[in-house]
């Protein structure tokens, strides 16, 4: 046994103390993934910002070519030359 030469309050106190790393070795855990998922949530947010940003955009070059297409005359046709 581990404990073997140690009292029974010396075993206790480090059996206590291994307790006590362990618990503070979870929260610090926990804490890690916290920030993780924060940082992960973040990142979705501002990829959906930027995507309804991006085809907002699109969807008005796209009304304003079509516009523009509207207003221009059709090119004449060219015809060849005779030499």
Do not use: H, W, Y
């Amino acid at each position: 046994m581990a404990t073997k030469g140690l009292t029974a309050e010396q075993a206790k106190l480090r059996a206590e103390r291994n307790f006590a790393k362990g618990e503070q070795r979870r929260q610090e855990a926990e804490s890690a993934i916290e920030a993780v998922r924060a940082e992960q949530q973040a990142v979705a947010e501002k990829t959906a910002r930027l995507r309804a940003l991006r085809l907002a955009k699109e969807a008005a070059d796209a009304e304003a070519a079509a516009e523009a297409a509207k207003t221009q005359p059709a090119k004449a046709t060219r015809t060849k030359r005779a030499k």
